[in-house]
């Protein structure tokens, strides 16, 4: 299995990164030769990953990562970079090896503290890899600092460092650090490529695997997810009925509570999973003594790690909740191909009686402005409105109509 199995429909990308894995094996090896670069060479130092949500972005910059790090005996007979199986490729792509660093927005911003100890180590020489590999996968979230200390890093790079950004669009990222990056451009793959993927890769039953690439439009890991978890069918289940539910005044303040009380569940869920481990790994770390009693002098360390822990459950529930808005807009967007007669195929066809109801029932004009009160929503959530006074504002906008 190569490191680009999981790249669907990307094939331009597939081919233009493996042809830099394969310039980058040959810049290593002058190097280490102590011979000159050659002249035309595929690979550089900064790459732009961009695209729509689900079309893969980070998955193409990992399965890079893992390429540049390939060390399969079969390089030497001529053997493509990123068979997948050696253990550059497998640790590069669980996230474990020693030379690629990956930085997430752990709230709404990458701030320069997250980013101060993988900028100074992007200076450094590789510890076991080829290459010392830098992996940003919000890039749209560095604030004016981080981006800065990640612009000085990409300016003045060290000889085997490569830099991997990834952001929506290029409009995500200062002109100066997009200037210096390589631009790679993902779309998002067709229905039908996702759901064999599903099938063929992770087991899913055919009619599961449609039904879930078709909800989803194409978007992978929101497919691999609606397909393979109970919860997350229930919770767009309810999504689903919330055109049917804004009748009344009370019908939108409750719909509006239980969007945002599913997005909060989500978060907790996540906390559990999470914030137990890294709290229990820390005062390990410290060295805590029996009975939970920390040493001196530890109380700030173990307060930014709350406060880490808190930012990253507020986005954790933004981001459930800007899923359950998009999994929305969809439904509304089946509204209106109905109403305008668009031979479009329909995405939540499982809620077909209620997609004609609505179509029936309301005109086109107010379907797009539906439409635009789910955006408007969104826009709110990103700049900090209170959750719950930002849905109950969309869903009364959604009765108005």
Known sequence: MAVWDDLVGQERVVAELGAAAR?????????????????????????????????????AARAFAAALQCVSPDRALGGAPGCGFCDGCHTALLGTHADVSTVAAVGAQILVDDMRDTVRKSYTSPATGRWQVILVEDAERLN???????????????????????????EDVLPTIRSRCRLLTLSTPAVD?????????????????A????????????????????????RRAAVLKVPLRVEDVGGCLKAAQELVDAAAEDSKQLAEEVDTKET?????????????????????????????????????????LDLALTELTGVYRDVLALQLGSRVALANTEIQD??????????????????????????????NVAPLLAVEAMTMALRAG
């Open 23 to 59: 310039d980058a094996d040959a810049l290593v090896t002058a190097a280490t030769a102590g011979q000159a670069p050659p002249e035309a060479s595929k690979m550089t130092h900064a790459w732009l990953f961009t695209g729509p949500p689900g079309a893969g972005r980070v998955t």
């Open 211 to 234: 039904s879930a690439a078709r909800a989803t439009q194409g978007h992978i890991d929101r497919a691999r997810r609606l397909a393979t978890d109970p919860r997350a069918r229930e």
């Open 144 to 170: 004016e600092k981080s981006a800065n200390a990640v612009l000085k890093a990409v300016e003045e790079p060290a000889p085997r460092t490569v830099w991997l950004l990834c952001a929506p669009s290029v």
């Open 280 to 320: 229990d790994e820390l005062k390990a770390a410290l060295g805590a003594q029996s009975g939970g009693r920390m040493p001196r002098g530890t109380a700030g360390v173990m307060k930014d790690l709350e406060d880490k822990q808190k930012r990253r459950r507020t986005r954790s529930q933004r981001d459930s």
């Open 193 to 209: 490529a996702v759901a064999d993927m599903l099938v063929r890769r992770d087991g899913i039953e055919p009619d599961v695997a």
């Open 354 to 383: 209620t997609l004609e109801r609505l179509a029936r029932s309301t005109s086109p004009e107010s379907t797009l402005r539906r439409i635009e009160a789910i955006g408007a929503c969104r826009i709110a959530l990103d700049r």
